[in-house]
């Protein structure tokens, strides 16, 4: 199926066709539900919560233990081998507004070993 990008200021797509807008990555489960969004180093939920903290690919929780990563540019899912991984803890910035989901995706086939983001 092909989709029609209508190419507005502020709004590029990466080369895997992840849309950013103004600096926004959006991010999908492994299952291909909408997730939220990444702005900066910070993962925000659809709902507005502030829910994560990125070092590179990885997003660590506001306690600093190890959440998931992103692969294949906006997939979030998790490598139980890595649960050890922590950083600093960190506090949460206060919410934003919601925002609407974006439509789902299909489902990834995931690396072995890797599970969906919750």
């Known amino acids: 199926m092909t989709h029609a990008v209508l190419n507005l200021p502020g709004r590029t797509h990466s080369p895997s066709g992840a849309l950013r807008t103004a600096g926004v990555v959006w991010l999908w489960t492994a ?16 709902t507005g919560r502030h829910c994560g903290r990125f070092v590179g690919n990885q997003v660590f929780a506001r306690t600093g233990s190890y959440r998931g990563e992103v692969i294949d540019d906006n997939r979030l899912v998790a490598d139980p081998a890595k649960r050890h991984l922590s950083r600093p803890a960190f506090t949460p910035s206060l919410g934003w507004v919601g925002m609407p989901g974006r439509i789902a995706r299909p489902p990834l086939d995931m690396p072995a070993g890797y599970e969906d983001f919750a």
Do not use: I, Q, T, V
């Open 31 to 46: 299952a291909g539900e909408s997730f939220g969004y990444r702005l900066g180093d910070e993962l925000w939920s659809m």
